[in-house]
């Protein structure tokens, strides 16, 4: 069936450093969306790309869309606590069907 | 708030009993999904329903089941309760299933299932 894999599963940084997460699809996406969840609390939405090879900037958070539109990545800029939470990448396929990867566990040191 | 309320928030049950949770959407979506997600997991897609009709099925047991009603709320039934089964299960809805850029999906705050 269709899948998308993130990586990495977990990430401990220092507050201040950079993060990024990575999405992979096995299929072509028609477009890839990113969610945040916090500790207790429940997915939102950050972010929808749809074009082959976009990238959106919202304030310290990069979001790009691979040419191929098979893989997506997540990149913030120096670090905060408040950034702490999973990010989940979601893609949708030709039937329509959005598939969420695993997730990736973001905790920042103070 | 993403204007999706999900009743009852924490549930405690014992195996074998059945359990309903219930979903009401944003005002206007007609898509509802339901998701499990263990500890430390992702989410997993159960069902989805649009209209009233059921549009899609991800990995739901054969002990579970959903509906859309007339006015758009939806309940997930789950039987036969397992230790597993333990989990928050949270609905999300969505403007439509059909225009790709309206795809977005708003969660509700989930219903935390425990089974003992």
């Known amino acids: 069936g269709q899948q998308v894999m993130q990586i990495p599963q977990y990430q401990h940084v220092q507050e201040g450093e950079d993060f990024t997460t990575y999405c992979n699809s096995s299929t072509t996406l028609s477009n890839i969306q990113w969610y945040k969840q916090r500790p207790g609390g429940h997915p939102v939405f950050l972010i929808q790309?749809?074009?082959?090879?976009e990238v959106k900037k919202q304030k310290r958070l990069t979001f790009q869309f691979g040419e191929a539109k098979k893989n997506s990545s997540l990149h913030i800029t120096a670090t905060q606590t408040t950034d702490v939470g999973t990010y989940f990448c979601a893609g949708r396929h030709a039937g329509n069907m959005l598939t969420f990867g695993g997730g990736t566990r973001l905790m920042v040191k103070p | 708030d993403s204007g999706v309320t999900q009743t009852p928030k924490h549930l405690i049950t014992a195996t074998g009993q059945r359990v309903t949770l219930r979903c009401s959407p944003r005002s206007g979506d007609l898509s509802v999904y339901w998701y499990q997600q263990s500890l430390d997991q992702g989410l997993q897609f159960l069902i989805q329903?649009?209209?009233?009709?059921?549009?899609a099925k991800g990995n739901i047991l054969e002990r579970f089941s959903a509906q859309q009603f007339p006015d758009l709320h939806s309940e997930l039934n789950l039987s036969s309760l397992e230790l597993g089964d333990s989990a928050l299960y949270f609905c999300?809805?969505?403007?439509?299933?059909?225009?790709?850029?309206?795809?977005?999906?708003?969660f509700g705050p989930g219903t935390r299932l425990t089974v003992l």
């Open positions: 329903y649009y209209n009233g009709e059921e549009r």
């Open positions: 999300a809805s969505s403007p439509t299933s059909r225009d790709r850029r309206s795809g977005t999906q708003y």
């Open positions: 790309l749809v074009k082959s090879g």
